[in-house]
C-alpha cells in the first residue's frame, strides 16, 4: 500500500532538507580542514628532472616554506613528455592542499596547442596558487658571430630568409616558440635546430653550428661568463639584475616583445579556496626573503608572486598567446 500523498510530501521534505544540510556542511569542513593544514607532508611535484631552473626554484621555494609553516615540503621530480607527465598526475591528485605543482610555461601553456590528446587541461583542472616566477628568454649568439644586435640579426634574416637558424631544447619548448614568435613579429624566416636538451643549444652557438638563439640566463651563465657567448637582447618588459647592461627587446627595436620561461604553483581544482591562499600566503613570504633573492637573481629568475586570481587571468592569457604562435607557426607533437 503506497503511504497517504501528505506522508509522501512530508518524506521527500526530510530527504531534501537532509541533502542541502550534507550540502552546506561540505564547505564547513573543508574550511575546518583547511584551519588545521597542514597535517601531513606537503609533496611539490617539479615536473622535470633535477638541476633545471623549475628544480632550482622549486627546491628553493620547498625550503623556505617548510621552515615558515613549521612543516615538511618534499620535492618530487617527475619528468618526462616536456613536464606533461608531472601535470597530468598532479591534476588527478586528490584537491586537499597536499600536492602541489610547479609548472613551467611549456607544460602549462604550450602543451594545450601542441597536443590535441593532452591528458589534462591546465586551464579546467588547476587552481592556480601564484605565479611564482620568470625566467625571461635571452637573445643570445655566438661569441665570434658577426651579429652585434637585434637590429643586425633581424636584417641579416631578411637578406637571407631561412639561412639563419636557430637551436632550441627540444621541439615545442619555450627556446623554439620564442624564436617562432620572434620571427612572425619581426616578419623573417629562419630554421629551428632541435637538440636534446639546453646544454647542447649552448655548445652549439659557441661552435659557430647555430647563429642565434632564445635561451634563460641560467642556460647561458656560464658560456656568457667566459665570453663564449654574448647576450644582445632579453626578451622582458624589463632588464635583468644579473645582466644591467643587456637591453630589453623593445629597447632593442621589437616593441612589447616578450617570451619568458615562467613558473606557475598550482593546485588540483576544488582544492578549498583557504588552502589555496594559505598556500598563496606562504610563497609570497618566502619569495623576498634575501637568500632566496639573491640565488634567483643568480640564475635570472625575476620573482613574481601574483595572487591566485592574477594568476589565473596570467595562464589564460599565455594559453591564448601561444596557441596563436603554434597554429600560426604549423608544429605539432602529436
Known sequence: MNPPAKSRALWRALIGGAAAAAALSAPLAQAQNAGAYPTKPIRLVIPFAPGGSTDILGRLLAQKMGENMQATVVVDNKPGANGTIGCDLVAKAPPDGYTVILGDVGCMS????L????P???????????LVGRSPLVLTVGENSPLRSLADLTAAAQAAPGKLNYPSSGTGGPNHLGAE????????KVSHIPYKGSAPSVVSLVAGETDFGFLTAVTIASQLNAGKVRALAVAHTERLPSMPNVPTMTEAGLKGF????WFLAAVPVGTPQPIVDRL?????K?????????????????PSGLDPQASAKFLRTEVDKWRGVIKT???TLD
Open 110 to 113: 604550450m602543451a594545450p596547442g
Open 115 to 118: 597536443y590535441t590528446k593532452l
Open 120 to 130: 589534462y587541461d591546465p586551464l579546467r583542472d588547476f587552481a592556480p596558487v601564484s
Open 181 to 188: 614568435l620572434y620571427a612572425m613579429q619581426a616578419k623573417v
Open 258 to 261: 616578450t617570451a619568458d620561461a
Open 280 to 284: 598563496y600566503a606562504e610563497i609570497a
Open 286 to 302: 618566502a619569495l623576498p626573503a634575501p637568500e632566496v633573492k639573491a640565488k634567483l637573481d643568480a640564475v635570472g629568475v625575476l
Open 329 to 331: 607557426a604549423g608544429i
